[in-house]
């Protein structure tokens, strides 16, 4: 969606070398310093690697290149995506603990990045208890490549039969050097006195298209203008197929997307006058949202649904750090690169999302379109990057502007991107998980959709169906796709849905005959389980 180029495979770069000569491990956060002789009590141990999310099997092949020792220091081992991982190391018998450690690698360049925070626990009788988390002591932002020493260590000791490091995985971590240090003799205090670790299997369920968060939203079809020609040109004729079903002689007969997200198409540059033609160009008479505006009153003369209003949701952008020359905002000029007095570039990013959200709902408003609806605000970038300058900063900027305008702010994030569990504490009012299933081609494994959809199931998200393209293999894909989503759980009516067709292509399947016009019947009997008849 985003600039129409979507990161479905988030990889480290090809020809990344692993046995990079870096600073010096830091040390941090620990708790005392044993007194005591203490012996290495790694290699008395089994250890054992464990996703704690939802597991990939295209993410788990990308880890394959990386499978250095967790307990070497001459290469690391790589895990990807797919939440936290548990490195548990058990005990024959229970051991005096005053020492556990593990090495971390930051390279920006090659997208790999400190956790957040490294747990450690420790195990006895069966139950879990933990010491708490370190977290990192150097900025995610930082541009530099460097490791980090995460340890925990207490003179008295912790009498465990086991012990685990939980670590977050965004989109890569890279871990070596994990040791662990104590006696097999030596008696500390129980396990059982620290923090007890508390375990939920408590699922949101998908959202449902009834939620107070959904905002009436079932189906949402996502539509990209202000570029590429007539590509991102929509008229009237072009919306009508999209908003009722019609038949092969042109008859509408059924409702077909009751939303429409507009999205800039990924030639609109994020500067003043990239973001004013896209405007001028979003609500100019007679295209994009006039013509839906249009479509809408001619399918509800055909439909016989008086007074019904077509569902909008608007995007507003993401402006990245490092951009600079935005362009001048009331006499002054913004620039993203970041100053002594603004370093990170948040206040210059600020007044240009202020500015645009501005002029977005004034042109709304003076439109006064009497087909439409506008229910949200969109935020036009498919992940979240806790490792940009800022990030967290423009997210929570964007939410308050959202809610100053009375209007909820929606996301849409690729599979296996950075915030994806977190939506809700980003401040999103409701998120749609791409699969990026289809994208795949021949490679596409329908694990995939069966993944997308637990996600979407445990962290209460909507999920996103993706058409790649008309032909038949593409077609088997989509076909698959749908398949796979009623079979667990989340086909018609029984969770939002937003829809990414590329470029007009369920346009131009509606547009066609024979198997070229399968897409768009698929669609419409998916949305209108399967009955596509004019009401009697």
Same mark, same amino acid.
């Given at each position: 969606?985003?600039?129409?180029?979507?990161?479905?495979?988030?990889?480290?770069?090809? #020809?990344?070398?692993?046995?990079?000569?870096?600073?010096? @491990?830091?040390?941090?956060?620990?708790?005392?310093? !044993?007194?005591?002789?203490?012996?290495?009590?790694?290699?008395?141990?089994?250890? !054992?690697?464990?996703?704690?999310?939802?597991?990939?099997?295209?993410?788990?092949?990308?880890?394959?290149?990386?499978?250095?020792?967790?307990?070497?220091?001459?290469?690391?081992?790589?895990?990807?995506?797919?939440?936290? &991982?548990?490195?548990?190391?058990?005990?024959?018998?229970?051991?005096?603990?005053?020492?556990? +450690?593990?090495? !971390?690698?930051?390279?920006?360049?090659?997208?790999?990045?400190?956790?957040?925070?490294?747990?450690?626990?420790?195990?006895?009788?069966?139950?879990?208890?933990?010491?708490?988390?370190?977290?990192?002591?150097?900025?995610?932002?930082?541009?530099?490549?460097?490791?980090?020493?995460?340890?925990?260590?207490?003179?008295?000791?912790?009498?465990?039969?086991?012990?685990?490091?939980?670590?977050?995985?965004?989109?890569?971590?890279?871990?070596?050097?994990?040791?662990?240090?104590?006696?097999?003799?030596? +008696?500390?205090?129980? !396990?059982?006195?620290?923090?007890?670790?508390?375990?939920?299997?408590?699922?949101?369920?998908?959202?449902?298209?009834?939620?107070?968060?959904?905002?009436?939203?079932?189906?949402?079809?996502?539509?990209?203008?202000?570029?590429?020609?007539?590509?991102?040109?929509?008229?009237?004729?072009?919306?009508?197929?999209?908003?009722?079903?019609?038949?092969?002689?042109?008859?509408?007969?059924?409702?077909?997307?009751?939303?429409?997200?507009?999205?800039?198409? #990924?030639?609109?540059?994020?500067?003043?006058?990239?973001?004013?033609?896209?405007?001028?160009?979003?609500?100019?008479?007679?295209?994009?949202?006039?013509?839906?505006?249009?479509?809408?009153?001619?399918?509800?003369?055909?439909?016989? &649904?008086?007074?019904?209003?077509?569902?909008?949701?608007?995007?507003?952008?993401?402006?990245?750090?490092?951009?600079?020359?935005?362009?001048?905002?009331?006499?002054?000029?913004?620039?993203?690169?970041?100053?002594?007095?603004? @370093?990170?570039?948040?206040?210059?990013?600020?007044?240009?999302?202020?500015?645009?959200?501005?002029?977005?709902?004034?042109?709304?408003?003076?439109?006064?379109?009497?087909?439409?609806?506008?229910?949200?605000?969109?935020?036009?970038?498919?992940?979240?990057?806790?490792?940009? @300058? #800022?990030?967290?900063?423009?997210?929570?900027?964007?939410?308050?502007?959202?809610?100053?305008?009375?209007?909820?702010?929606?996301?849409?994030?690729?599979?296996?991107?950075?915030?994806?569990?977190?939506?809700? *504490?980003?401040?999103?009012?409701?998120?749609?998980? *791409?699969?990026?299933?289809?994208?795949?081609?021949?490679?596409?494994?329908?694990?995939?959709?069966?993944?997308?959809?637990?996600?979407?199931?445990?962290?209460?998200?909507?999920?996103?169906?993706?058409?790649?393209?008309?032909?038949?293999?593409?077609?088997?894909?989509?076909?698959?796709?749908?398949?796979?989503?009623?079979?667990? #759980?989340?086909?018609?009516?029984?969770?939002?849905?937003?829809?990414?067709?590329?470029? +007009?292509?369920?346009?131009?399947?509606?547009?066609?005959?024979?198997?070229?016009?399968?897409?768009?019947?698929?669609?419409?009997?998916?949305?209108?389980?399967?009955?596509?008849?004019?009401?009697?």
């Amino acid at each position: 969606m985003k600039k129409i180029l979507r990161p479905w495979a988030i990889g480290v770069a090809c #020809g990344l070398s692993l046995g990079l000569a870096v600073a010096a @491990p830091v040390a941090i956060a620990d708790t005392g310093q !044993a007194t005591t002789t203490v012996s290495d009590l790694t290699s008395l141990g089994t250890l !054992a690697v464990a996703v704690q999310g939802q597991a990939d099997s295209t993410f788990q092949q990308q880890e394959q290149q990386y499978q250095g020792s967790l307990t070497g220091t001459s290469a690391w081992r790589g895990f990807s995506h797919q939440g936290s &991982r548990t490195i548990t190391v058990t005990f024959p018998k229970a051991v005096d603990v005053t020492g556990m +450690k593990i090495n !971390a690698l930051q390279n920006p360049s090659l997208g790999v990045y400190f956790p957040k925070y490294v747990e450690f626990d420790f195990e006895q009788n069966g139950k879990w208890y933990t010491a708490g988390a370190r977290s990192s002591a150097i900025p995610l932002s930082e541009q530099k490549t460097m490791t980090q020493t995460f340890s925990w260590n207490n003179a008295e000791g912790v009498e465990a039969t086991a012990v685990r490091f939980t670590i977050p995985v965004d989109v890569w971590v890279f871990v070596n050097g994990l040791d662990i240090q104590g006696s097999t003799t030596a +008696k500390g205090v129980n !396990a059982n006195s620290l923090t007890p670790v508390t375990t939920t299997t408590t699922k949101s369920g998908p959202l449902s298209p009834s939620a107070p968060n959904d905002y009436g939203i079932n189906n949402m079809l996502l539509v990209e203008t202000g570029a590429n020609g007539n590509s991102g040109l929509w008229s009237e004729s072009d919306f009508e197929p999209m908003v009722a079903y019609e038949d092969e002689s042109g008859k509408m007969t059924k409702p077909l997307f009751d939303t429409i997200l507009f999205l800039p198409y #990924g030639a609109v540059k994020d500067t003043v006058s990239g973001l004013t033609n896209y405007l001028n160009d979003l609500f100019k008479s007679g295209q994009q949202l006039s013509a839906l505006n249009q479509a809408v009153a001619a399918s509800n003369t055909a439909l016989n &649904r008086p007074g019904y209003k077509e569902k909008v949701v608007l995007s507003i952008p993401y402006f990245a750090y490092g951009n600079s020359d935005f362009g001048t905002v009331n006499g002054t000029d913004i620039n993203f690169a970041g100053s002594s007095s603004d @370093p990170n570039g948040v206040q210059a990013r600020e007044a240009a999302e202020q500015w645009y959200l501005n002029q977005l709902i004034s042109r709304w408003q003076s439109a006064n379109f009497s087909n439409l609806q506008l229910v949200g605000l969109y935020w036009d970038e498919e992940q979240y990057r806790e490792t940009m @300058p #800022g990030e967290e900063q423009m997210v929570q900027f964007a939410v308050d502007e959202a809610k100053s305008v009375n209007l909820p702010l929606f996301w849409i994030p690729y599979y296996g991107a950075g915030g994806v569990w977190d939506w809700k *504490q980003l401040g999103f009012t409701a998120a749609w998980i *791409q699969p990026n299933y289809v994208e795949q081609g021949e490679n596409a494994n329908l694990q995939r959709m069966t993944s997308a959809a637990n996600t979407a199931i445990s962290a209460g998200l909507g999920i996103e169906i993706e058409l790649a393209g008309i032909d038949s293999a593409s077609q088997q894909l989509y076909d698959n796709s749908l398949a796979q989503l009623s079979a667990d #759980g989340l086909g018609e009516n029984q969770v939002s849905h937003a829809y990414y067709d590329g470029s +007009k292509l369920l346009l131009t399947s509606a547009e066609s005959t024979g198997s070229e016009r399968i897409a768009y019947n698929t669609t419409a009997s998916f949305i209108n389980g399967g009955n596509l008849n004019a009401a009697q």
